[in-house]
C-alpha cells in the first residue's frame, strides 16, 4: 500500500516511507529534514576561506555557476524567481545558495518583505 508524504505530497512506498517527528516523509524529504541547510555556518565559511588559495579549491558546480551567473547578471534576485530561471525546486536553490554563501560570493539581503540574493 502506497503512502503520500507529508511534505512534497509525492507518493511513497510502504517500505521506503521514513518517519520523522510524526510525518511520513519521502527519503528525499527525509534527508532534507535531517540535514537542514545552515547558510550561517562559521566552519563551513572557514573552510571556504582555506581552500582559496589551494588551486582549484573553488571549483562551482554548473548549477552554482548559472547561480552566480545569474546574479552577475541581474544584480539581485529572489530565491523563488532564481529557482524559476533555473528549473530548480526552491529548496534544491537554497542549498545551491549556501555553498556559495559559504565560499563568499553570495549573500542574502531583506528588502522590504522580500529576501534578495546579491553578491557578497
Sequence with gaps: MDRTCNRCGGAVEA??????L??????DCYLEAMSPIRTCDPWAVHTARSLKNIPGGHALTPTQQQLYDLVQEKHQVSFPEAAGALGLKEADLRREFAVLRHMELLRACK???RILITRF
Excluded at 517500505?15 to 520523522?20: D, I, K, T, V, W
Excluded at 510524526?22 to 527519503?27: A, F, H, I
Design 15 to 20: 517500505a521506503e516511507a521514513r518517519q520523522y
Design 111 to 113: 528588502q522590504d518583505d
Design 22 to 27: 510524526g510525518e511520513v516523509l519521502c527519503e
